[in-house]
């Protein structure tokens, strides 16, 4: 758990993106698969893409805010339906879904907009759903010091739906959980019971 400060600002590592460059290999990947880029409708793809995929790999940076426990609150706190965007490291193919973020409160409790913010830190960048999974709770767990700290993403890949086996309609999910949520039995089936995944 993080001391002193109850607030530092969150940034990605500046890995130096060149648009330039990811803009040339994106028209030569076309080229390279047979796609004609000289329509007008084609010609701007490989900027297109270049900055689609800045995007989709470059988190904002957040403000890890926290609070003192004052009122010793010492039940779960949950965000369920956290949108979830990231891209599948294996076939550089997105995948959607939803994580539901809880923990167990001890000396600090943490901005509730922060959750969400943790789960897109991690999800903007190239990722397997199950390290995902695992880095915000350890996170979580490193950066709050609560109690305990369960983590569940539920997603569609469109590396199984678009390509493959094209399995469409199937959900992948992944946990990890933390503390009292991984050794009590009592608190582990509250937080599934509470983001409704046993349903």
């Not at 796609?35 to 701007?44: C, F, Q, T, Y």
């Not at 969400?116 to 990722?127: I, K, L, T």
Request: charged fraction near 25%.
């Amino acid at each position: 758990m993080r001391s002193g400060s109850a607030l530092h600002v969150v940034h990605e590592p500046d890995h130096g993106i060149d648009l330039a460059a990811a803009e040339r290999a994106a028209g030569d990947f076309l080229r390279a698969l047979g796609v004609s880029i000289e329509s007008e409708s084609l010609r701007g793809t490989p900027e297109r893409m270049a900055r689609a995929y800045a995007e989709m790999f470059t988190p904002r940076p957040f403000d890890l805010t926290t609070f003192p426990n004052d009122e010793g609150y010492d039940e779960l706190v949950l965000a369920r339906d956290i949108p979830v965007r990231s891209v599948c490291e294996h076939h550089l193919l997105p995948f959607t879904g939803v994580a539901h973020v809880g923990y167990l409160p001890g000396e600090r409790i943490l901005g509730l907009s922060k959750l969400a913010r943790v789960v897109e830190h991690f999800a903007c960048r190239p990722q397997v759903q199950e390290r995902l999974t695992k880095q915000v709770a350890g996170w979580l767990s490193d950066q709050l010091g609560p109690k305990g700290v369960g983590v569940v993403i539920e997603a569609e890949h469109s590396c199984m739906t678009l390509r493959g086996v094209q399995a469409i309609g199937s959900t992948t999910v992944t946990s990890a959980l933390l503390g009292t949520l991984r050794e009590d039995a009592r608190s582990r089936s509250e937080f599934f019971a509470l983001t409704g995944v046993n349903k």
